[in-house]
């Protein structure tokens, strides 16, 4: 029994040529080339929301983005610091 489900979508020509040139060169099938982009587009949009959820949260409380560079900076240096004293 099948798993996975039977879409259509309609393209534009210049559209499908370019997906089709793309998938031969990469040995995929037209369904490998969309499947892997849907989830990279998936995983792109999870970030933004990550990534405005961050911005917003620095803005409340009055944090630059450089204040934010610094504050990762400084929690990387001190976890390779416990990694070092273990």
Do not use: H
């Not at 099948?2 to 499908?16: A, D, F, G, H």
């Not at 037209?30 to 970030?47: G, L, N, P, Q, V």
């Not at 620095?58 to 630059?64: N, V, W």
Request: proline share 1%.
């Amino acid at each position: 029994m099948r798993t996975s489900k039977l879409v259509t979508i309609s393209l534009l020509p210049e559209l499908l040529e370019e997906v089709e040139r793309l998938a031969k060169e990469e040995k995929r099938t037209r369904s490998e080339f969309f499947r892997e982009a849907i989830r990279r587009y998936i995983e792109d949009k999870k970030w933004e929301r990550i990534y405005r959820y961050g911005r917003l949260k620095a803005q409340e409380q009055g944090l630059t983005e450089a204040d934010v560079e610094q504050l990762v900076d400084e929690s990387r240096a001190e976890q390779r610091n416990a990694k070092g004293s273990d």
